[in-house]
């Protein structure tokens, strides 16, 4: 007899275990070189306290779906790729801090809520593009990020050591621990957005904009406040959520697990785990691992994608078209979107699908400087962005969130921009080993921008 503790399953995936990925071919997955090492690392982590709970991850499930009627708008940010190293007060909380002020743009701005997803708390591996790097006629296995091996370009670091996905787990927790006191503690209180302030906000070519809204914002609340005699408590904490690539099968398996009173299984390594564009054949590994999880999920489409993938991924991903499940991350480039992206919106309508679309206007504008960074332009980022708003509102669909690489640091590493960085300015503050990020004043413009083409979508046309 079923326990009355867990419900019975509902809809479990057919053959599907948290380990059948390993029946499919996996790209991207590190070449451990001792088993029973890795085996022990599984066991370590399996045992660990989960980073998240099952109640959050439905809660954000039901936000998701929100956001798929147009009832909420998705805000998913954050570094590129995290460090063992950046694992800092100051790091985490500027980067809350960026998070928090676009978000305030945002709701003021579209008069929706927001929903605030971090790319933090797990974003550990990197896809590569070749499994090996040579420098003067050594071989060495590639960097594939923190939780797999080091970028020092030696054969101890290179190694890929399972140990570092105990340690990821850890800087994960402490992440997580440190943003949910800083929330609870009231840091994303509204009634006090002067918390968020980065020390060069105040040098921002954007600063009176920003400022007005802030205090247009304080304005409210009060007024709000007044008018109900009391304070308004909601305003003082929001909810935040992790995701991050699950690219590393292993780690994702390992804290996938079932819980008291809920049937399925759960990946509580994060809230919302998303496929990169790299890893998502519909017959890998990694579409086999998500398929059986009850999490939200995300999948990076880009330029090579077709309708009939697009189609037929829907099916394993969500067959019961459940709200909420599933979001698909367009990245096409500004030269490609309005190319490719009209007959993936059409044939998903048309198929009367239910999916979450969001833009990611930086990893389809990567190039090289003129003087050897691996950059983005603002003005690409802008126009990929608001050629999508175009796209779906000629398709019929909606746009429903934006997914960004930011920091609240103030790097140089995207050029243009309100200070119209240029390729010499890259040399002064290039930190990303990996991606070009946004500053923090680059991701407010996006914020504006975002406003910006919402209104003049949603004005009457002449
Ligand atoms: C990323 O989001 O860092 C990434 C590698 O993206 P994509 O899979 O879209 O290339
Ligand atoms: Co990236």
Redesign the pocket.
Known sequence: MASPERPQPVNLAEGWSPASWRDRPAAQLPAYPDPVALAQAMDELRALPPLVTSWEILALKQQLAEAQEGRRFLLQAGD??ENFGECTSAVISNRLKVLLQMSLVLVHGLRLPVLRVG?FAGQYA??RSADTETRDGTTLPSYRGDIVNAPDFTAEARTPDPRRMIKAHARSAMTMNFVRALIDGGFADLHHPEYWNLEWVGHSPLAEDYRRMVSGIGDAVRFMETLSGSEVHNLNRVDFYTSH?ALLLPYEEAQTRQVPRQWGWFNLSTHFPWI???TAALDGAHAEYFRGIRNPVAV?V?PSATPDALLRLIDLLNPGDEPGRLTF?H?MGAAQVAEKLPALLDAVRRDGRRVLWVC?P??GNTENSSNGYKTRRFANIRSELEQSFDLHAAAGTRLGGV?L?LTGEDVTECTGGARDLTDADLARAYRST??PRLNYEQGLEVAMLVVRKQAQLAAPRR
């Open positions: 590129c790729a790319r990197k896809p690539e990169g564009m790299r990076k880009g991350i990245r990611d930086m990893h997914h690489e990996v991606d």
